[in-house]
């Protein structure tokens, strides 16, 4: 059996993936969730594609009822949290290697056998019929058929012989023990098995539904769900954004009036706190697409800020050809995202070591840009939800060797998230997921502040 997931044929970084989108036949109505889901999860290995848009861009998605878009979802994003456990149950029952597909359909199969309340005889016949409905893949339905039955009758005793570590990629799972240690990793791991709660930041002195208020101010509710059924939504008082990625605007104190370059801006959450403290904003972004989201949110809240296109490594400030022209310089840089594997168990699985190098030259180059655009004593903040310190602490070390005229500001003190070890004895941020567990944990982040001069 091909146990480990065949990564990224294409080798490309996940957001320059473009959807393949799966034509529905006639008969696709039926088990539409499944349907979905074992496309949607093969998809994510096999090309490395993004599961939201693996899923939604397939055509029968969106003819789905919102209840089956649902279920497609959560079998989909079950076999990410539990990849590795999965394949562990699967490995004794499979005797020849199936194709992709068939592979996708075991998956969910047994995701939904193992950790969801779908009863064992809809999990087993649901996925059956996914083979059956294809000529090339009819021959493997008796396949499936024998080895989700014995997983339906043995899975729960192999399961138990698992750990939630078997759920984090080899390669991933060294990273994370090298840099924060095996207790570290095993709580980091657990996490992932966890639906997160939902993180809104809400506008200075305006209260946001019912929920439990953070240190710092996020409201977080217990549940996702639709948020645009929730209070306040229209009237723009509270966007989604996880306490992690608040932060490093939170560090930032008061500052209204200030003229501030948000480098990598989109979809906005940080442009949006910009604007909501006072400040004069750039919300600069090199993708047309995703600076529309901005817009959408800038109306919805009511909040201004100018909005530029382009690319960061060469963008000019046209008040300040020259550079220098921003008090403050936010680069929140395009990274592997590591860190919001709670929220997006797939990044997980369609990340390999190559994006993390080519991601690298790119932080690199953008960081070397930002510093241009800091007045003399200003500020550079320089932040990735990534939990690989290369793309974190690495930066940092080696921008401070190429630009002897910044220095590192000490965080240490200046935010109570509750949360000791979040600023480190060097005085940079590092947020890793299990911190406020108990609360349902928190994005992994990285932030360091900078000034000029
Ligand atoms: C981590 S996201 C930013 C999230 C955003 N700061 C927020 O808080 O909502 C990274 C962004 O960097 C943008 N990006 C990537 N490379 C860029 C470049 N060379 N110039 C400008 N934007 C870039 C991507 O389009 C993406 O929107």
Redesign the pocket.
Known sequence: MTAKPKNNKNNKPA?KIKPKVITPTAKAPKHGARYVAAHGVREVLVDGTPLDIALSGQALFVQLERRDRAFARLIAATVFRRLGQIDKVLAPFIKKTPTDYALAVLRTGAAQILFLDTPAYAAVNGSVALLRRSKKTAHMAGMANAVLRRVTEQGQDLLAKTSTLDNIPTWLLKSWTESYGVEASQKMADMLIQEPPLDLTTKPGIAGPDGEVLPGGTVRLAKAGDVRALSGYDEGNWWV?DVS?ALPIRLLGDISGKRIL??????????LQLAAAGANVTA????EG?LERVKENLARTGLKADIAV????K?RDPQNTSGGGFDIV?L????T?TGTYRRRPDVLHNKKPEHIDSLAR?QEK?IMAAARHVAPGGTLIYC??SLQKREGEGQITKFMQNRTDFRLNSLLGIEDLGVAETVTPEGVVRVLPHFMHEKGGMDGFFVASLSCG
């Not at 382009?310 to 490594?313: E, L, N, V």
């Not at 929140?332 to 990274?335: E, N, Q, S, T």
Request: net charge negative; aromatic share 4%; glycine share 10%.
């Open positions: 957001h954004q990625a948000d480098m990598c801006a989109a979809p906005g959450g940080k442009t600069l972004d090199k993708s995703r382009g690319d960061a490594a963008w936010i929140d840089a395009p990274c995202a790119i953008l990735t939800c």
